[in-house]
């Protein structure tokens, strides 16, 4: 049975569909509103702050996916290139610097035009698409920042593959 499955097509609401899907993966989320809601999810390298907010003005659903970076001042330009190169990798959704935050960014945008509704795969998808690009690329955006890395060199452990067990 699926999400949906408990609601009225016609009044589905995206964040009621998320609100399901973080319960269903016992992540720390809160409500901020009725169209919108923060999570908290653990990952590999960081804890990433999700934020998913839905306009029924432009009928699209937001995500914002956060984690902390502070890199050296005088490796911004790096950080820059190097952001250039992950959207180049990114084919749903992308990265952007929030600096007087100190915020890596991901973000990504479901419109659902014409009173579409979204299905709880298409938000754990994009939930999920943002959580695996972050820990794709944050080891580039270190190497890159901390590690002095040309960004082309850095991109490659994110290219790169792992092979085989340890």
Not at 59 to 78: D, K, S, V
Not at 146 to 151: T, V
């Amino acid at each position: 049975m699926s999400l949906t499955d408990y609601y009225d097509e016609a009044e589905v609401d995206p964040i009621d569909l998320v609100e399901s899907i973080a319960s269903h993966n016992a992540w720390d989320f809160d409500r901020v509103a009725h169209d919108q809601i923060a999570m908290a999810v653990e990952g590999q390298w960081r804890t990433y702050s999700i934020t998913l907010a839905w306009s029924a003005f432009d009928q699209t659903l937001r995500l914002i996916c956060t984690f902390e970076m502070e890199p050296p001042e005088e490796r911004m330009a790096a950080l820059y290139e190097m952001l250039n190169e992950v959207n180049d990798q990114c084919w749903a959704g992308g990265f952007s610097w929030w600096g007087e935050q100190k915020l890596m960014v991901y973000r990504y945008g479901l419109v659902l035009a014409g009173d579409q509704v979204a299905s709880p795969e298409q938000i754990d998808t994009m939930i999920s698409s943002a959580i695996q690009s972050s820990e794709r690329f944050y080891p580039a955006f270190q190497l890159a920042t901390w590690g002095n890395r040309p960004a082309r060199d850095a991109i490659q452990i994110a290219i790169a593959g792992a092979y085989g067990t340890a």
